[in-house]
Nanobody, 122 residues
């Protein structure tokens, strides 16, 4: 299982970025996908989660109304559209898949992308 995250970069506060996470490998599905982030000196935290069944997607309160998670099943890719970015959104963003446990807990995931750095300047 391989997850390839991309799309990070430097953006001014108030700007937008779209992250992508392409999944490949054995029996990989984008049905259950999440984004986490880890800021400087901080623990990895939940950002957003999408699943195939009814309900959701789910977002951390800190990004609700600004970030949107979506997926393209044909491309086995999940996206994170980030709008109205703030300096506190600066972090390495990771995608993860196939949770076995509570979706917002990092320890529930065995498969992670390599991370993509988002830097928001004030």
């Amino acid at each position: 299982v391989q997850l390839q995250a991309s799309g990070g970069g430097l953006v001014q506060a108030g700007g937008s970025l779209r992250l992508s996470c392409a999944a490949s490998g054995r029996t990989v599905s984008t049905r259950f996908m999440a984004w986490f982030r880890q800021g400087p000196g901080k623990e990895r935290e939940f950002v957003a989660y999408v699943e195939g069944s009814a309900g959701g997607p789910y977002y951390a309160d800190s990004v609700k109304g600004r970030f949107t998670i979506s997926r393209d099943n044909a491309k086995n890719t999940v996206y994170l559209q980030m709008n109205s970015l703030k300096p506190e959104d600066t972090a390495v963003y990771y995608c993860a898949t196939s949770p076995r446990g509570i979706y917002y807990q990092p320890e529930a995931y065995n498969y992670w992308g390599q991370g993509t750095l988002v830097t928001v300047s004030s």
